[in-house]
């Protein structure tokens, strides 16, 4: 057995190295609580992305750091520290940390699909989420989460947001008489209200807020870029050659916009039949060759499924009634790549030496 006191504990814990930041706990001071008895360590250790898969590769790498010193067992606390986007002063949303921005240069392609369901795959890793529809002509997220009723005000000041599966939610379809009403505005109406949306809705504490945009490129993401500092755009498409085409615009104009690309969702990927066989209907490696050209992550693909649809349908999304699915899952392995993607780029863009501290990390309650 190995020297096993505390400082010789502490010391090997200090030592391992956070995937996410490569840099060690030591350096990113996210230990804490450390106690030895026997051969038992109880520690607790705040992360900065809610990703399972990093949990899993941080306590093998605590395990790995301990076994020498004769520890037999160790129980790991976690918490988790969101990192937070610059703001400036006139910001309208200074509690949330991370605005993301799911869009495409191509109508059809899923984007409210992709939004609704990232944001609760989100919301299922223990981190507050909010779901913001900026299609103000074709709200969408109101059927796709079975959610009717008007938002109140408690002050008469600020607008209330809905709630849906622990979910804040804001779409101008719940402002509507009925669903079948179309909205008749011109642009400078649209501009105000999605700037209405923003400020004057009480989003509260939130570690992401999901923004599902309209199909096109220009408006939404022009507007919020003046307004305040975008954490980053996820990019949508699908393979084939015809939507890579409006789908490349849609990326140059963030290039222009200065809107940092997070990564690139692939939907409607392929169809696995009843025999296993995939087919890839719409051809393949599209996803991939948006990613290359915006030099981002292809965070995932999400296959052809019925039970997409179908659950869209009911109001219930795939991540909420059948995680398990392939889609289901596909959509929460793309929400823990991204969380620790928007990790990495805060801290690139720190200049690599502000990785978010322990203090404000919260218990993770994962909701699985």
């Given at each position: 057995?190995?020297?096993?006191?505390?400082?010789?504990?502490?010391?090997?814990?200090?030592?391992?190295?956070?995937?996410?930041?490569?840099?060690?706990?030591?350096?990113?001071?996210?230990?804490?609580?450390?106690?030895?008895?026997?051969?038992?360590?109880?520690?607790?250790?705040?992360?900065?992305?809610?990703?399972?898969?990093?949990?899993?590769?941080?306590?093998?790498?605590?395990?790995?750091?301990?076994?020498?010193?004769?520890?037999?067992?160790?129980?790991?606390?976690?918490?988790?520290?969101?990192?937070?986007?610059?703001?400036?002063?006139?910001?309208?949303?200074?509690?949330?940390?991370?605005?993301?921005?799911?869009?495409?240069?191509?109508?059809?392609?899923?984007?409210?699909?992709?939004?609704?369901?990232?944001?609760?795959?989100?919301?299922?890793?223990?981190?507050?989420?909010?779901?913001?529809?900026?299609?103000?002509?074709?709200?969408?997220?109101?059927?796709?989460?079975?959610?009717t009723g008007q938002?109140?005000?408690?002050?008469?000041?600020?607008?209330?947001?809905?709630?849906?599966?622990?979910?804040?939610?804001?779409?101008?379809?719940?402002?509507?008489?009925?669903?079948?009403?179309?909205?008749?505005?011109?642009?400078?109406?649209?501009?105000?209200?999605?700037?209405?949306?923003?400020?004057?809705?009480?989003?509260?504490?939130?570690?992401?807020?999901?923004?599902?945009?309209?199909?096109?490129?220009?408006?939404?993401?022009?507007?919020?870029?003046?307004?305040?500092?975008?954490?980053?755009?996820?990019?949508?498409?699908?393979?084939?050659?015809?939507?890579?085409?409006?789908?490349?615009?849609?990326?140059?104009?963030?290039?222009?916009l200065n809107l940092?690309?997070?990564?690139?969702?692939?939907?409607?990927?392929?169809?696995?039949?009843?025999?296993?066989?995939?087919?890839?209907?719409?051809?393949?490696?599209?996803?991939?060759?948006?990613?290359?050209y915006a030099k981002?992550?292809?965070?995932?693909?999400?296959?052809?499924?019925?039970?997409?649809?179908?659950?869209?349908?009911?109001?219930?999304?795939?991540?909420?009634?059948?995680?398990?699915?392939?889609?289901?899952?596909?959509?929460?392995?793309?929400?823990?790549?991204?969380?620790?993607?928007?990790?990495?780029?805060?801290?690139?863009?720190?200049?690599?030496?502000?990785?978010?501290?322990?203090?404000?990390?919260?218990?993770?309650?994962?909701?699985?």
């Amino acid at each position: 057995m190995g020297d096993l006191s505390i400082e010789s504990v502490r010391a090997a814990l200090d030592a391992v190295v956070d995937p996410t930041f490569e840099r060690s706990l030591g350096e990113l001071g996210t230990t804490s609580d450390l106690s030895v008895e026997d051969t038992r360590v109880r520690c607790t250790i705040a992360l900065s992305s809610p990703s399972e898969p990093i949990r899993r590769e941080v306590k093998r790498r605590v395990d790995e750091a301990l076994a020498p010193l004769g520890v037999t067992l160790t129980e790991v606390e976690w918490k988790v520290r969101v990192p937070t986007r610059e703001t400036v002063s006139d910001d309208p949303l200074p509690s949330v940390r991370n605005v993301i921005l799911v869009m495409s240069g191509k109508g059809g392609v899923g984007k409210s699909t992709v939004a609704t369901n990232l944001a609760l795959a989100l919301r299922r890793l223990g981190t507050r989420v909010g779901l913001l529809d900026a299609d103000l002509y074709g709200p969408s997220i109101p059927t796709m989460l079975g959610i009717t009723g008007q938002p109140q005000s408690a002050d008469g000041k600020k607008i209330l947001p809905l709630q849906r599966f622990g979910l804040k939610l804001m779409s101008v379809g719940f402002l509507l008489e009925n669903d079948k009403q179309a909205v008749i505005w011109r642009g400078p109406m649209l501009h105000g209200a999605l700037q209405q949306f923003i400020g004057d809705v009480e989003w509260g504490e939130l570690d992401y807020l999901v923004i599902d945009s309209p199909p096109g490129t220009g408006d939404v993401a022009l507007t919020l870029g003046q307004k305040m500092r975008i954490t980053g755009v996820v990019m949508v498409t699908t393979p084939q050659e015809v939507a890579l085409q409006d789908v490349y615009k849609g990326v140059t104009l963030c290039q222009k916009l200065n809107l940092p690309i997070l990564g690139v969702v692939e939907n409607m990927s392929y169809f696995v039949d009843s025999a296993g066989v995939k087919h890839e209907i719409f051809g393949a490696g599209g996803g991939q060759k948006i990613a290359d050209y915006a030099k981002a992550t292809l965070l995932g693909q999400v296959p052809m499924d019925t039970a997409v649809r179908e659950w869209g349908d009911k109001g219930t999304p795939v991540v909420q009634a059948a995680p398990d699915s392939p889609s289901g899952e596909a959509f929460a392995k793309i929400a823990e790549t991204l969380a620790d993607q928007i990790a990495v780029e805060h801290f690139k863009r720190s200049g690599g030496e502000k990785a978010p501290k322990a203090e404000g990390a919260r218990r993770l309650k994962i909701l699985r």
